[in-house]
């Protein structure tokens, strides 16, 4: 066979996951929808070829107990406990209370079962060994308490365990929907398991499974991209990895699916928003993937502050009871959204928990409340008869037969070691660094300018060239994170290149005014940090600011790469005559060597878009599938050399 170097092949998989498995029969033409070269789309030319990822070639289901969840064993514990349990207690097992106000003294006096970090919430000394020590006080304070029974901590660790500094920073989820990759996606979270244990925190709000469609939602990146497909396949591998070993033993980590449900489908992506359409289109898109997550054994659900068809989905009992519990069997409990019950239009917050309670949540995380005033709301409830006695104890049922699960009860209270000195290791940061390789997409590669040859001058320029903040995203550190370089033991892309070339040979400069001897120039430019609410965006064209950078080295005679660093498909418009090569970088996260590894050819691009990459805003939303579909770039493209 004749070798072809660069050989560029347009990846398309609109069916499928690429998981190493052996290679199919190719779509037919038909199958793979008509674009223009001319207005920046794809053009493979005659060497390229449409290659098919497969179907999964990894078995989803290993690592899955076989049998109920909970087990038989564990709702019986629940039930001797549920006989020896004061009203109080029962009461205080569903309270999640934030650190800030919670005391280990308080955890015994009360017997609550859980608490939680809400963004940017650490113990004083932020680092593994802090949030240990932190964890180990409350689970002291708990088998202190009169019934023993263990405690919860719960953190949004989603991609990573990024509110502990120092350590391992994944790519977020939308990055890992490019992969398809589910046994590298299996492999990220054990190591989120041991690390997240290893800090003591042992019941993260994660996987998101929502299916974004609509890029203007500023939770786009948690999710793992616009398919049921994609939530469904990944959530579910994310959970078993998360609560299991590969042989099935329980890790000690409780998993939690989110936000139930409909939460990516909102009108025109407002987060919290209001779902429209019918019953049967919510299930088919938005359910299949917590049936999925169900069948894993998730052992926890979150509720979306979002509605559908008006009701908010943390008082609608059709759909977390009578459908999830019910229709899906779902045997753990459902956990609110941080102060979500005091959301819902209530008449006051007695009223809120009471509507919440009895449509089907069982945990409640709460912030600015005291323990007493939250036992007071329940025991008011259930006085007054709004809430019935078996409601409060089928909640704490699935709390303490979940919590048997996760083997708390034979555990020693304390955090293994072990596990807090081995976060942020060279191992767990290797692994991520792949997993930004494969994240990573090539959507435009003219003249063959990538991969980079290791021997020349280059030009590095761009707000995110030299920022671990940016390139981490929201959920790090903080709740919206910040950029600039404050995330411990990253390595930023300006660090990465200045590795592979030596210092001397990178001219950096934020502006892109600083060229001198460079024949290449790579712009690394996007979005900046944010987090729910605070992302959602009208309008997602590349700043002008962010276009002049690229539009400098161009016009100074170099030939330019732009790496996007974003949380969701940017319109290109403005950017397209200046750049010769586009990576879509995602939030790569603390590993910046990853983005490099592909630009030299030292790793060879395999990501695929998880999302359709809109030519306008106003074509958004656009998702495969669509009656009407044209997009600047299909979802599943994706070029490689």
């Excluded at 409060?392 to 070691?417: H, P, Q, S, Y």
Aim: proline content about 5%.
């Amino acid at each position: 066979m004749r070798k072809q170097s660069p050989l560029l092949i347009f990846v398309l998989v609109l069916t499928g996951l690429d998981c190493g498995g052996s290679t199919s029969t190719a779509p037919d033409a038909a199958s793979v929808p008509s674009q223009d070269a001319s207005a920046g789309a794809f053009d493979g030319g005659a060497s390229s070829q449409v290659i098919d990822g497969g179907e999964f070639g990894l078995d989803i289901d290993g690592g899955t107990p076989s049998g109920p969840y909970p087990n038989q064993a564990c709702l019986d514990r629940a039930n001797a406990l549920l006989g020896q349990m004061t009203a109080d207690e029962k009461y205080a097992q569903m309270l999640q209370m934030e650190r800030a106000a919670l005391t280990p003294a308080l955890v015994t006096q009360y017997g609550v079962g859980s608490g939680f970090s809400q963004g940017g919430s650490a113990p004083s000394t932020n680092s593994p060994t802090g949030w240990a020590d932190m964890a180990d006080g409350y689970r002291q304070a708990a088998l202190a308490s009169r019934l023993k029974i263990p405690f919860l901590y719960g953190a949004d660790e989603v991609h990573g365990v990024g509110t502990v500094k120092g350590a391992t920073v994944f790519p977020h989820n939308v990055g890992l929907g490019a992969t398809r990759d589910t046994s590298l996606v299996g492999q990220i979270a054990s190591i989120v398991a041991s690390e997240s244990l290893g800090c003591g925190v042992d019941f993260v709000f994660s996987p998101v499974v929502a299916v974004a469609l609509n890029e203007r939602w500023g939770r786009t990146y948690e999710a793992f991209g616009e398919t049921t497909e994609l939530a469904s396949t990944l959530g579910a591998v994310m959970t078993r990895g998360l609560q299991f070993t590969p042989t099935g033993t329980p890790t000690g980590l409780l998993a939690n699916a989110k936000h139930y449900l409909g939460d990516g489908g909102t009108a025109n992506g407002v987060n919290a928003g209001d779902t429209s359409g019918d019953e049967a289109t919510l299930r088919a898109i938005h359910l299949a993937p917590y049936r999925a997550a169900v069948d894993a054994h998730v052992g926890s659900i979150m509720a979306s502050y979002s509605s559908w068809q008006g009701t908010k989905m943390h008082i609608n009992k059709a759909m977390l009871t009578d459908v999830l519990k019910g229709e899906l069997g779902f045997g753990g409990f459902v956990i609110s959204d941080f102060n979500a019950c005091f959301q819902v239009g209530a008449s006051s917050n007695q009223d809120g928990l009471g509507k919440c309670l009895n449509a089907g949540v069982d945990m409640f995380m709460t912030y600015n409340q005291t323990i007493p005033a939250m036992l007071g709301y329940f025991a008011a409830l259930v006085k007054a008869g709004t809430v019935a006695q078996d409601r409060v104890d089928d909640a704490v049922r699935r709390i303490i037969a979940v919590k048997c699960e996760l083997g708390l009860f034979e555990a020693t209270g304390t955090v293994n070691r072990a596990l807090t000195a081995a976060v942020g290791s060279a191992e767990h940061r290797q692994v991520a660094r792949q997993a930004v390789q494969e994240s990573l997409v090539v959507l435009k590669n003219d003249s063959a300018v990538l991969p980079l040859p290791k021997t020349i001058t280059l030009a590095l320029a761009g707000k995110s060239a030299d920022n671990t903040g940016n390139q981490c995203g929201g959920w790090t550190i903080s709740w919206q994170g910040s950029s600039g370089n404050g995330v411990p033991g990253a390595t930023s892309i300006r660090q990465a290149f200045e590795t592979v070339l030596g210092a001397s040979q990178v001219k950096y400069s934020t502006d892109g005014s600083s060229v001198s001897g460079a024949s290449v120039g790579v712009a690394v430019i996007g979005e900046t940090p944010y987090a729910e609410g605070k992302g959602d965006s009208t309008d997602l064209t590349v700043a002008t600011t962010d276009v002049n950078v690229v539009k400098a080295m161009k016009q100074a005679g170099l030939r330019t790469v732009v790496v996007l660093i974003a949380g969701r498909p940017m319109i290109l418009d403005p950017l397209m005559p200046y750049a010769d090569a586009i990576v879509m970088a995602w939030l790569p996260g603390s590993e910046g060597a990853g983005i490099t590894d592909i630009l030299f050819g030292d790793a060879h691009p395999s990501g695929t878009l998880p999302h359709s990459w809109p030519r306008s805003m106003a074509q958004i939303p656009i998702n495969v599938g669509d009656a009407s579909y044209d997009p600047l770039y299909p979802y599943g493209f994706g070029l490689t050399y």
